[in-house]
């Protein structure tokens, strides 16, 4: 059984790195080349981005959870899962936080796009704010690829 939760391990990490990048690095800057509506585009790209999150969410907990039942308490001393534990606050800081407000601002907007009104800059600065906390993250995530085996091994 412990093959098993620790093939799961491996999965976990795959899956939420993968996603991660291929969605903020491939996915929605495609959507956003090939669309001629933005606004179609960014909305496509929030539903990605929300998958990408509940993803995140679920691993994260999952290796959080495998790291401290693995190695109890000395599981604080691992920088990997320090790093799990800091993607997995950027997640929900991100969906929890900024992602509510982001939707405030486009339904204060309305019926224009939120990018045609007034409220263009505030959009424009916590969708900064939301990309610096991506950026974190997937930079995060690549380490967490690569120290993956320390925080497996046991």
């Known amino acids: 059984m412990r093959g098993f939760f620790s093939a799961l391990y491996s999965i976990a990490v795959t899956v939420w790195v993968g996603s991660l990048l291929a969605i903020g690095y491939l996915a929605a800057p495609v959507l956003f080349s090939q669309l001629s509506d933005r606004g179609v585009a960014g909305n496509l790209a929030g539903v ?17 959870l495998f790291l401290l039942v693995g190695k109890g308490w000395r599981a604080i001393q691992s920088g990997v899962f320090w790093i799990v534990l800091l993607m997995l606050a950027l997640t929900a800081a991100g969906y929890f936080g900024v992602q509510p407000i982001l939707a405030q601002l486009k339904a204060d907007a309305l019926p ?6 007034a409220l263009r800059s505030r959009f424009a600065t916590w969708h900064g704010v939301s990309s610096v906390l991506y950026l974190v993250q997937s930079l995060l995530g690549v380490a967490l690829v690569v120290l993956q085996e320390r925080g497996r091994s046991r």
């Open 48 to 64: 990605m981005f929300t998958y990408t999150a509940w993803i995140g969410l679920g691993c994260g907990a999952y290796l959080v």
């Open 112 to 117: 224009r796009q939120v990018m045609e009104s």
